[in-house]
């Protein structure tokens, strides 16, 4: 069993970073890959980003690359998601996710969520 807790969140001008955490509980979260989701308002969930459990590969959405960075520390039980130039478009509230599955797992493979963090990018 894992518990996820994201913190971090809250409002910013464009142009502007925030940096995400994602908190973990259980034993085994280190055997788990992490992925960061987002969803706005009157949309799906979509992918962001995610990471292995060694954290030696990452994969970024195409909206995300060059702007947002996927970390973690497993000895804190902690994901990081660093998100620089932030655009109006990226507001939404972001999960972390953890999957048992690859690095590239569908959003239904993943198996636990956070309660999710708002992040608001004003223009």
């Known amino acids: 069993q894992v518990q996820l807790v994201e913190s971090g969140g809250g409002l910013v001008q464009a142009g502007g970073s925030l940096r995400l955490s994602c908190a973990a509980s259980?034993?085994?979260?280190?055997?788990?890959?992490v992925g960061w989701f987002r969803q706005a308002p009157g949309k799906e969930r979509e992918f962001v980003a995610a990471?292995?459990?060694?954290?030696?590969?990452?994969y970024y959405s195409d909206s995300v690359k060059g702007r947002f960075t996927i970390s973690r520390d497993n000895a804190k039980n902690t994901v990081y998601l660093q998100m620089n130039s932030l655009k109006p478009e990226d507001t939404a509230v972001y999960y972390c996710?953890?999957?048992?599955?690859?690095?590239?797992?569908?959003?239904?493979?993943?198996?636990?969520w956070g309660q999710g963090t708002q992040v608001t990018v004003s223009s």
């Open positions: 996710a953890a999957t048992a599955g690859s690095l590239y797992a569908p959003r239904y493979s993943y198996d636990y």
């Open positions: 259980g034993r085994t979260f280190s055997s788990y890959a």
């Open positions: 990471i292995t459990w060694s954290g030696g590969n990452t």
